[in-house]
Structures are given as structure tokens and as C-alpha cells.
């Protein structure tokens, strides 16, 4: 399709396990988001990729997240020993290089439960 | 650093009401003001926004000036429907670097016929 793509769209997980999201943004944006979207909260911001240059991981709540970037295209959210708090709807948004619209375009998310 | 409050909901009204969604926000410098909407069982997506203050962006009837000395970019639309029941985001983009967007924690607006 034409959208952002992201996968799984649900994930329940134990406590402690490891879990990977991905996210397939349009093609020819080359810029990449990710932010999570907890129960009440409002969209925090994770991490950014903007084409070759290196990611702003500001937004990583603890050494337990990281994310990767493959070939500019897509990109995979990795949590380790994961934890009941990291439980959220995790948004995925791109947006075409150099177009300060501010426009993102997001996937669906993928919701992710640790019991 | 920079922030952005919206009112909180839920906003319940009936249709064909008045709608208002406040929002204010802390920047350094000037930034871009954004509504983001999320659909039930669709991601988020732009609703409107505007770039420099005085600038009212517009669609799907909604409106919202960017008003500087208030720091506040309020939504507004004159005649709701059932079809508008969402959630709606204020967003601001940073001056510095590229488009990252600091969203406030969303209002979800439900629309009874």
C-alpha cells in the first residue's frame, strides 16, 4: 500500500522477554519516527531518522529501547526485558526530506501488552 | 523546552453544537502549530495547521488561528457531526533541526446524534 505500515498491529508479551516492532514508511520519505502513545498520555517522541545522518535518540526512555534503521528504508524498534509500564500503542510517522510542512504520516501503531 | 496543553476530556456534545478545543503552548523561537485527528481504528493524520502568527489554517470546517500573544492555537468548528467523534492532537514542530513535533496528550471528542 501506500500508507506507513507497521507490524505486528497487537503484541502481548511476558514481562522480561525481548520484542521487536517494524515499521515501513512510504516510499521515498526519508525521514522516520517513532513515538509511543500510553493510556492518558499524549504522543512522546522516541527516536528520528533523517536519511544518512545520525538519529536523535532524545526521546529513548531507558537503555532497554533501541531502533535501527536498514538501507534508508525500513526501520525495526527494539525493547529488551521489556516491562509492564512499557506497555503503549507505538506510532510509526515519515515524512518526505527537506519539506518543513511539518506533515508526518503515521501507521496505525502497533499496541503492545506486557503482562 | 517545549510544550503544548490542550483541554481535557472527554468532550461529549450533541451534533449541529459548537465546538472548542483549547490549546496553548512554550516554544523558543516561532514555531509551526499543527491539529492532528485520529479516526477510531485509523492513525493519526493532519487535520490543519499554520506557520506564522495570524495565520488561520482551515478544513473539514474546523479552524484555528495561531494567536502569539496568547501563545494558543485553539480549535474551533461552528456545527459538529457524528462523523467528527475523534481524537485531536495540538502539535507544535521545533524551530532547531528538522520536523520533530511535540504533541499534547490529546482530546477525545464524542458527537451524539
Known amino acids: 500500500g501506500a500508507g506507513v505500515s507497521q507490524s505486528p498491529s497487537n503484541k502481548v508479551t511476558e514481562k522480561g522477554k525481548d520484542v521487536e516492532l517494524r515499521c515501513d514508511p512510504i516510499s521515498g520519505h526519508t525521514a522516520l519516527y517513532w513515538y509511543r502513545q500510553s493510556l492518558g498520555q499524549g504522543l512522546e517522541f522516541l527516536i528520528y531518522?533523517?536519511?544518512?545522518?545520525?538519529?536523535?535518540k532524545s526521546g529513548l526512555p531507558s537503555d532497554r529501547f533501541s531502533a535501527e534503521r536498514t538501507g534508508g528504508s525500513v526501520s525495526t524498534l527494539t525493547i529488551q526485558r521489556t516491562q509492564q509500564e512499557d506497555s503503549a500503542v507505538y506510532l510509526c510517522?515519515?515524512?518526505?526530506?527537506?519539506?518543513?510542512?511539518?506533515?508526518?504520516?503515521f501507521g496505525e501503531g502497533s499496541r503492545l501488552t506486557v503482562l | 523546552g517545549n510544550s503544548v496543553t490542550q483541554m481535557e476530556g472527554p468532550v461529549t456534545l450533541s451534533e449541529e453544537a459548537f465546538l472548542t478545543i483549547n490549546c496553548t503552548y512554550t516554544a523558543t523561537g516561532y514555531p509551526s502549530l499543527f491539529w492532528y485527528v485520529q479516526y477510531p481504528g485509523e492513525g493519526l493524520q493532519l487535520l490543519l495547521k499554520?506557520?506564522?502568527?495570524?495565520d488561520k489554517g482551515s478544513n473539514k470546517g474546523f479552524e484555528a488561528t495561531y494567536r502569539k500573544e496568547t501563545t494558543s492555537f485553539h480549535l474551533e468548528k461552528g456545527s459538529v457531526q457524528v462523523s467528527d467523534s475523534a481524537v485531536y492532537f495540538c502539535?507544535?514542530?521545533?524551530?532547531?533541526?528538522?520536523?520533530?513535533?511535540?504533541f499534547g496528550q490529546g482530546t477525545r471528542l464524542t458527537i451524539n446524534p
Open positions: 510517522a515519515s515524512s518526505p526530506l527537506r519539506v518543513n510542512t511539518g506533515e508526518l504520516f
Open positions: 499554520a506557520t506564522k502568527a495570524d
Open positions: 502539535a507544535l514542530s521545533e524551530v532547531q533541526g528538522a520536523q520533530k513535533l511535540v
Open positions: 531518522f533523517q536519511g544518512n545522518s545520525a538519529p536523535d
